[in-house]
């Protein structure tokens, strides 16, 4: 049971990856930053006589990666009440995906889990919840079971600590994986 | 009364700005194409010292342009049941311009109004909402206020022309806008 | 094509019996208001040996004269950002119907089609989002086609007739209803 | 520090008290069980000369009782994506309240603190969201800060202990609501 863990925050060390290390404390994963990659946004080609031209960036190398675990750990920041602009840019090259002549990215992800870690400072319990709700269609669209999620609130550089109630979430999800590991 | 419309989509002529056509029949309006620039995402610098570091990228010059309206129209497509990356990453920028030194963003936003127009191809006017939802969150931080928004229901080019919903809805809001005019 | 209209009103021509005396209009259908009924809030046995005891009120009637009809019209006002407690008991009964040892709800729903009017005061295109998706996940559990929904603004007595997008969207509906039946 | 909970459970001993009970452990507290009380669906008067007539009923007891705490936590299983029937007629009623002259609702409701406790069988920590949001909506209404929810998964009796994310969120509760009292 290999993990992945993908990180949409653009700042090192932030609040998100501060959760995610809790959750993943002990348990061996492959981390992948999009922050240090590039993933150019999607042109629409879905109805193109030839379909998708090959795009020349980071991203073919990072999905290839990401489909080769099990289980799919997302983290994101909430940014502006949804995930951040180099997640999306991430998720919305899935239409080149599903579309690919050399795997099958719904039959391949059907046998994974995915996870989502996410870390508002407004009210991110409440104010995040429709992002929450995006992530399971974008799931379900794909395939993808979407095993469960952990919401934290912190804003400022350090905050993270003070959220007991995301840290007995991530001690849980920790739990979790392990007895899958 | 002036009013600038912001196209999120990747596809030239594509559904959502087909309806779009038919919301500002006959009026007046400036037109931005994401597609058409470049918005590289933001890099999260609230909690550096110095601030953001200036980008060398159209954000400026458009948020600029955008500004000097009164009604501002938001088009996307669903992509994987959110906004458009390209659009995403404009939003997201929005932290940078709320530390901009020569402009007060929320106070000139609290002064117009914003209306959405979105068009996907799966279930829209029920796997859209939390879409709608995100942007009422966003607009709220603001205080821009959301005036409406129309989801139309499209997937293949030409499309946009069957849903008899959409057009008789695009038409109530093209005469809502004249009457503003 | 026979259409009932179950409304979850308690206010005598109210708001939300107006808009859908739009929807309507000239169409035959069979109008059935709970005020006027006893439906008394369900009693969870579903896990009891005998399953569930016969209520003695006017439920099974309800259930029976709604299961004739190809087309099924739901309205409620929003009440506190929800369907009206008089509709959701009705629907709780739902959970004595799945039981009914004599029709299968579920096969017989699933050949129907369902649509919702609403109407609240307080910001209801945004704020009675949740409602729909509520509805929208009900109608999914028991195979209902969910086939779309018409929210509108109004608080007070006679405000309905201000809202002109709910007066088109409800034009819509009616010409959409007369070329079914 | 007072604590009231009121109960939308219409089944003794189910899954959404038996997640109650480990919040509640070791805390003194006033139970409240709307099944074992008479609560009448609103009648709305809101527009009448007149105003509301009384209603010969247990609510108003119920709301004084409730006002004398400073902590509320509404408890309801999921019933049909939304909370229970009779929780829905009891909050409608707050129409009334609204409108008593003698108290302020509102200006009580702003002091104290709520909680929501929810299980259900479907997926509830997506599907049970649109009842988060509607809560959320309706305690903004009234003033009432919401400071935090539990929702758990069960169905059959006893299936509450297999939910051990559940179970450290109750733990996390439980130890907040100590450090209140």
Do not use: C
Not at 150 to 159: E, L, M, T
């Amino acid at each position: 049971m290999s993990i992945a863990i993908l990180h949409g925050s653009t700042r090192e060390d932030g609040n998100t990856e501060e959760l995610a290390k809790l959750v993943l404390e002990g348990i061996p994963h492959t981390e992948i930053k999009l922050r240090d990659k590039t993933i150019l946004p999607i042109h629409d080609q879905r109805h193109d006589e030839g379909g998708f031209d090959a795009v020349d960036d980071d991203y073919d190398g990072i999905i290839r990666q990401v489909l080769e675990h099990d289980v799919l750990i997302f983290t994101t920041p909430v940014y502006w009440y949804g995930i951040s602009g180099i997640l999306k840019n991430f998720i919305d090259r899935w239409s080149q995906s599903l579309r690919a002549p050399d795997y099958d990215l719904k039959a391949i992800l059907a046998k994974k889990k995915a996870y989502v870690i996410t870390v508002g400072g407004d009210n991110p319990r409440i104010k995040a919840l429709p992002l929450i709700q995006q992530l399971k269609y974008t799931f379900d669209y794909v395939g993808l079971p979407f095993e469960g999620y952990i919401i934290g609130k912190a804003s400022r550089p350090g905050d993270m600590k003070k959220d007991s109630r995301a840290a007995v979430e991530a001690a849980w999800l920790n739990a979790e994986l392990k007895s899958l590991v």
